[in-house]
């Protein structure tokens, strides 16, 4: 399987001016401090009373999204209008639209509305997550692969691990994620390649937005545009009562699942597994993997988003409520998917082509000798502040403040505590020059 020529995003889209999906609206942030200290990469700072994203540490895990007071984050995809632009076009909706809408609608009559909208046919990310779990099966044969292995089909966990704990990296399952698959059976097995057919997925995930444009372990992407759940429930909704409802979901109960959590492992069947959901519960396992405090646990499946995918930040439906409905619908599927139309991809096709490498946040200098020296300058200062990480200073931590005063991006008074300190000092200033005062200064 090849990829295709990778994503090709509206010039109009706001999304296509950033490799990150997650977003500042200025005008709504009033400086709160909420997002900085939830954010697990501290990737937000609050400066002049108003948050900002640093790219280089943002993961697009959409945690600011979901706690920021003001609604002054979101994350930003592709217009319904970019189907225009191409000859024939393929809906990829992840299993977790199907957890948006209540039950009396069928899998089958939410596909059909899709083609309503305008696509001209549909693939199930379901289908080949149901691929995917298949071949992580043959992977686990191997004696060779480190022990827990991790889950890769959540963008926001994979730069997780690479950004804040590297030494992982060999954990990750090096196979394509599931939309990736589809997207690339829908185009290559079912389309041979043709110009002017393009995919689209239908995404939960802000995470999967910008891998979209910046694939992590393959070069580049099958996928034409990414869709937010979000931009499409209303229109979604609105065609359900009409659009006649044709046989179109062919995916079976293992892959819809893996849009809840326990879901893929559940789909895996290994028995020495752990399923964890929610950015702060995630770095709580890497940490205990890290500290080889899980020897054992085989797999682990970790999501981001609470309850799995159906959490995403482009959802609308409350995560637990939906997981529920996810359930109740898999239940009345059969077991797996029914037999492809198509050659299902080799373990050799389904496999990473560019393994991820470590992430570096930011280096303090090109110049190491002058970065050496900017750390123990970092160093010196964070040990001078009172170590209490309260946000005040718009910064996550008194180490994260250290390290803006060394890169000229903040001030030491920035520290309401440091500021107190200096007033007071410079207060005791002002006395003692009363006190010595030559007699008759004050007189005209």
């Not at 295709?4 to 995003?9: A, E, I, K």
């Not at 097995?189 to 939960?204: D, I, Q, T, Y």
């Not at 050799?348 to 560019?354: F, P, V």
């Amino acid at each position: 399987m090849n990829p295709s020529d990778g994503p090709r995003f509206d010039s109009r889209s706001d999304a296509a001016k950033s490799l990150h999906s997650v977003r500042l609206e200025p005008e709504k942030c009033v400086g709160c401090t909420t997002c900085i200290k939830k954010c697990p990469t501290e990737a937000i700072r609050v400066r002049k009373g108003r948050a900002r994203i640093i790219d280089e540490r943002c993961i697009d895990c959409g945690e600011c999204i979901r706690t920021c007071p003001h609604g002054a984050k979101k994350a930003v995809s592709d217009p319904l209008s970019l189907i225009a632009g191409y000859r024939r076009t393929i809906a990829i909706p992840a299993p977790a639209l199907y957890a948006q809408f209540d039950e009396r609608w069928s899998i089958d009559r939410l596909l059909s509305g899709l083609l309503a909208l305008g696509f001209d046919e549909v693939f199930e990310v379901a289908e080949a997550a149901e691929i995917v779990t298949a071949a992580t099966q043959e992977l686990m044969k191997r004696a060779d692969l480190p022990r827990p292995l991790i889950s890769s089909a959540c963008p926001a966990v994979v730069k997780l691990v690479q950004l804040r704990y590297p030494s992982l990296i060999p954990h990750l399952v090096p196979l394509l994620p599931p939309v990736e698959v589809a997207a690339r059976i829908a185009k290559e097995r079912l389309h041979g390649g043709e110009e002017g057919v393009g995919a689209f997925l239908v995404s939960p995930c802000a995470g999967k937005v910008t891998t979209a444009r910046a694939p992590v372990g393959y070069e580049r992407s099958a996928l034409d545009g990414v869709i937010g759940i979000k931009d499409l429930y209303v229109p979604l909704r609105g065609v359900l009562g009409t659009a006649p409802e044709r046989a179109l979901s062919r995916a079976g109960r293992a892959g819809v699942e893996w849009a809840r959590t326990e879901g893929e492992a559940d789909a895996l069947g290994e028995r020495r597994s752990i399923s964890v959901d929610g950015i702060a519960a995630v770095i709580g396992v890497l940490e205990a993997l890290e500290n080889e405090k899980l020897n054992d646990v085989a797999y682990i499946e970790a999501l981001a988003c609470p309850a799995g995918c159906v959490g995403g930040p482009l959802t609308v439906e409350n995560p637990y409520i939906a997981r529920n409905r996810l359930r109740n619908r898999a239940e009345a599927l059969p077991p797996r998917a029914a037999r492809a139309p198509y050659e299902a991809p080799s373990l050799a096709e389904l496999a990473w082509t560019r393994p991820p490498a470590a992430r570096r946040a930011l280096a303090l200098d090109p110049d190491m000798l002058k970065a050496m020296i900017m750390m123990e300058e970092m160093d010196l200062l964070a040990s001078s502040l009172p170590g209490l990480d309260c946000g005040s200073c718009g910064a996550p931590s008194c180490q994260a403040l250290a390290e803006d005063v060394v890169r000229g991006l903040a001030s030491p008074t920035d520290c309401i505590f440091k500021l107190r300190e200096n007033v007071r000092e410079l207060a005791g200033k002002l006395l003692a020059l009363e006190e010595i005062k030559p007699p008759g200064l004050d007189k005209e």
